[in-house]
DNA sequence: GCGCCGCTATACATATCCGCATGGATAGCC
DNA sequence: GGCTATCCATGCGGATATGTATAGCGGCGC
């Protein structure tokens, strides 16, 4: 029932090694030794059958193919490991811990600072951690706690509530329309005006690319004008009267100077999901926390229906 | 950077005095000796602040609820291992190894033996374990390394195929007919025969009922005359002339007794789907198996769909 | 009530692993 | 060309963790 193979230590090793690319950066990360980390090394590739895992090299330790294929699986350990000291910080305890959560960069910086800070004012002793990352596999490879999503994941072993549709439509700088003046509808706005829009595009924006394909609209880089995959970026493009931008309008609502275009035509939904993963709801403060995001989010989602 | 945890090796100490109870148990199962792992639990509740994971008793330990609360994250950590030491055997040597399928009880059994022979005459050395359930989150905890599956995977970061569609459709061994005649429809058949069915619906089966929702039957245990939620105890009953049942045309058809119900009106089609973690594509074995995996499966649909 | 069997906790000898110090090798730079 | 800054490999003393042995405690069956 076990034949339990190496200690996982060496997994530990195995991973800075190669993410480091030595030995003695390995041991400078973990605070160990070089030797030891090369002895580290050598156990493990003892105990997976003779495996040669590096080829030496007096710059530094070249991982083989066959360690490559090995690193996926050590960087699921060390998001579990990470997730379970985040889970045990602060212990049973509610008011005290980490709890680490991912969004999209707009919704992380325009939308959860109030949210969290109402969060932190109630439980000052809890830590927080935000990621703002587009990536899907967070939850799954537990490298972050909570995620607020803006597509439906419908993965299995995650807890996740639809919190409602967050309305986007197209937004323009006075500055911007006064030089350009105002697009008639969409073949104009097409024709003759300043998109700002996305670089190379990102798979989790593909909801939005099909809504817009509704519309009418063909996406292809070469219709923005201004391209950049950073959400917040185009936010700032935006602002700066750069061009037209999808925007959601309680963002668009705090800038006095920025319209809505097309007589608020056009208007694309996307809905907001909070997720997290199964084995959280063990945790009261992950729980509280759930909790508070999707009542904080169902307030902004309301609030942006009006 | 880093402010590493506690040593890994702690927590493969915790769930298994977690999973056995005592730190005897734990000791016998990883092969240390009782005291030894003791101080790893000793350690650990330092290492995270003092935390007390057990309530120590002269039968055992028992977990608190922290402990409880850490368990899936050390049993994530401990999946990943097993699957690292998996794609380590054999190196990078495609013709060595270990690989670990998980299918559906009736494909692994009825459908993949054949296919992972062909598989193991042309690869010998290597060495093949098959997980016979219907769960999902196999894949993602990775318990398994590639997975057939009869629902389409809508997960990130997994590589999925898709092979086709196999149909369904009633069938009823011929001892059956005699004694109880052919059913001549639908309300015939849910009103007097004998279905074959499932005890306490298993939810990778909710494809299977809302397909036969559609056909006008409700499903419900009542419906069924012999209930087991194993596939195979379902065909076995099948085969033995206990009811009529849903099965695959190819599967059937090995045993000329069957004889398909109701003029082969009310198909049902699954879709089949081989899966595999994107992690694995490092892993040239790996591919091998999901290639020959997904050629010997669209072999089988092809034939299933005459 | 007695004995047996499971468990944990403690004490002590030992084997193991670790860190330190050193040597050798390569690459970049003045 | 020599200097320096990396890196890895090796040898050795010491700290650390492990295993063995034992004591103590509680439950269960006869």
Redesign the pocket.
Known sequence: MDSRGP?W?LYR?LLA?IE?????????R??????????????LEASLGGLSL?T??????NPTEAALALKPHAEAMSAAAAALVRTAAGGADPERGVIRISASEIVGSEVLPAILAEFHREHPGVALELSPSNAVEDLLRRDVDIAVRMTPPTQAALTAKRIGSVRLQFYAHRSYLQARGEPRDLEDLAANHSLIGYDRVIPSIRTLDEIMGRTGLTIHRELFAYRTDSDLAQLAALRAGVGICACQPVIAARDPNLVPILNGQFQFELEMWVAMHEDLKASRRMRLMFDHLVAGLAEYVKESAR
């Open positions: 200690d230590d090793s090694v480091t690319g030595s030995l003695s950066g390995a041991a400078r973990l605070g160990l030794a070089q030797p030891t980390v090369g002895r580290h090394i050598e156990a590096f030496r090299s007096p710059g530094g330790l």
